[in-house]
């Protein structure tokens, strides 16, 4: 598949290639970890100003008792950078392409409608791909010991720690992750690569930014593969990432209702 010719009108930026691509995901990453750490430095200056009021209160008489980080910051730490990578990637993408924002081919962002089939054949990949991701589980089952990345830790908690996790599932992911690695990464690798290398390279740095989740459990690589290849088959195909967006929150959603299904299975 060659990539196809920018729409009349649309200028291409001065500076916008592998370059901006490779920049736009590493400075997601960094955010993500900026705006965790950023979370956590708070925390502890919370708590070392409280231990200092109190040890002046008591006059040190009092034995301090420092309180461990709970799933709780850690939900917080998560939500902070994943805020602060949605708005880098956004901000950096129509700060560097904008004038390619609604460009449907490879070359632009796909930020345009998509026809009806386009959809329709994302939701037919995103169930092939959930399939796929239980079949693996069940083939090699996974070491919940082992899983301790954040999001495997928020998706074994309650309350509104595990509810933070859903909002990033459901409700920023799916759209952010597609806008930045299937709209403008694809269009910044295909200004100099063919359509098909930028996808690959697109999905490859998808599967990184995932490898803090996965690198306990080596199918989970696959899994995020294989739904990396098939949101940019279907951005291409469509000419359009908002197919890709629901091809992502349908498979999001299928891991977030799984468990429950299989829950409630097990009480019938």
Not at 175 to 204: D, K, Y
């Amino acid at each position: 598949m060659e990539a196809g010719s920018v729409a009349v009108g649309a200028r291409v930026p001065r500076k916008f290639g592998p370059g901006q691509g490779v920049l736009l995901a590493g400075g997601f990453f960094l955010a993500t970890l900026v705006g965790s750490g950023l979370a956590m430095l708070i925390w502890g200056i919370g708590i070392g100003v409280k231990a200092a009021d109190l040890a002046a209160e008591t006059h040190g008489k009092v034995p301090l008792h420092m309180p461990t980080p709970g799933v709780g910051l850690l939900a917080v730490s998560v939500l902070t950078g994943y805020v602060l990578a949605s708005a880098w990637a956004i901000g950096y993408s129509l700060y560097v392409a904008k004038p390619l924002l609604r460009v449907g081919d490879a070359l632009g962002l796909g930020w345009r409608r998509a026809e009806v089939h386009g959809y329709l054949v994302a939701a037919g990949l995103s169930l092939a791909v959930v399939a796929v991701a239980v079949g693996l589980a069940r083939l090699v089952p996974p070491d919940m010991a082992k899983l301790t990345g954040p999001a495997e830790q928020l998706s074994r908690s309650h309350g509104w720690p595990h509810a933070v996790l859903i909002v990033l599932m459901l409700g920023m992911a799916p759209f952010v992750e597609e806008f930045a690695f299937r709209g403008t990464v694809i269009a910044a690798f295909a200004q100099r690569f063919h359509v098909m290398t930028a996808a690959l390279i697109s999905t490859l740095l998808f599967v990184i930014m995932h490898a803090a989740d996965k690198i306990h459990y080596w199918p989970g690589f696959i899994d995020v593969g294989l739904l990396g290849l098939a949101c940019a088959y279907v951005r291409l195909r469509s000419r359009s990432v908002r197919p890709a967006m629901l091809l992502h929150l349908l498979y999001n959603g299928g891991l977030v209702a799984l468990p429950v299904a299989f829950h409630m299975a097990r009480l019938m």
